[in-house]
């Protein structure tokens, strides 16, 4: 079955460390995405990209770094600039001629210790 | 982004209650798309609409784009108790590109 998926589910990340969270898609979609989750403020948008090797800033890109080296896959790096980094990170992907909304993976929480 | 208004932004009501969440933005969009998420999960697209006055339906669900291209809203008729999660309303516009703008959810609690 196609699908996104994110790993790991649970991150502990002692502070001043960086840390990859990985997401993989097998829908041949051009387009991938990450959010980032906090309680009581919605999805806000870190980095998308809309084709391999292009990638866009977002709303709060400050501490995070993306690569996409690969259609398949787009892993975001939060690294020890990034302030408050413990939260909920989704990961999603679309088509882009034809944008019927995303497809989101399964989250990956990350908590600093 | 874009900030859209997502209202209300609890609810907390018992079986077989109607439900209905709104959304609004300040400036016209060409998409809404609703998404409910469960606990730990990511969103799961719910009812996606790309026309000014759509009205579709999903099961007990209906969503409506609204004609000005600023608002939508989200009817579930009959909740039961699986319909707990977050409800999210979406969108984008022209100057989004393919990233869309996000409510702040409306969580709904439903009790037997």
């Known amino acids: 079955d196609g699908g996104i998926t994110q790993s790991p589910k649970y991150l502990f990340r002692k502070e001043g460390q960086n840390v990859t969270l990985s997401c993989e898609q097998n829908l041949n979609h051009d387009a991938m995405y990450w959010y980032r989750q906090d309680p009581g403020q919605g999805l806000r948008l870190i980095y998308y990209?809309?084709?391999?090797?292009?990638?866009q800033k977002g709303d709060i890109a400050e501490g995070y770094s993306v690569s996409r080296e690969k259609k398949e896959s787009f892993p975001l790096t939060v690294t020890s600039a990034q302030k408050n980094p413990t939260a909920f990170y989704l990961c999603a992907s679309s088509e882009t001629e034809r944008i019927y909304g995303y497809t989101f993976g399964s989250g990956t929480r990350l908590t600093v210790v | 982004g874009q900030q859209l208004n997502q209202s209300p932004q609890s609810m907390f009501i018992q079986e077989g209650e109607d439900v209905s969440m709104n959304c609004t933005s300040s400036?016209?969009?060409?998409?809404w798309l609703w998404y409910k998420q469960d606990p730990g999960e990511g969103p799961v697209l719910l009812i996606a609409l790309y026309k000014a006055g759509e009205l579709t339906s999903n099961g007990r669900l209906t969503a409506q784009f609204g004609i000005t291209r600023k608002d939508s809203f989200l009817n579930i008729s009959a909740s039961i108790p699986s319909d707990v999660g977050i409800y999210f309303c979406?969108?984008?516009?022209?100057?989004?590109?393919?990233?869309?703008?996000f409510g702040k959810g409306t969580s709904l609690l439903v009790t037997p």
């Open positions: 990209s809309q084709i391999v090797n292009d990638f």
């Open positions: 979406a969108g984008r516009n022209s100057n989004s590109g393919y990233a869309l703008n």
């Open positions: 400036s016209i969009f060409n998409t």
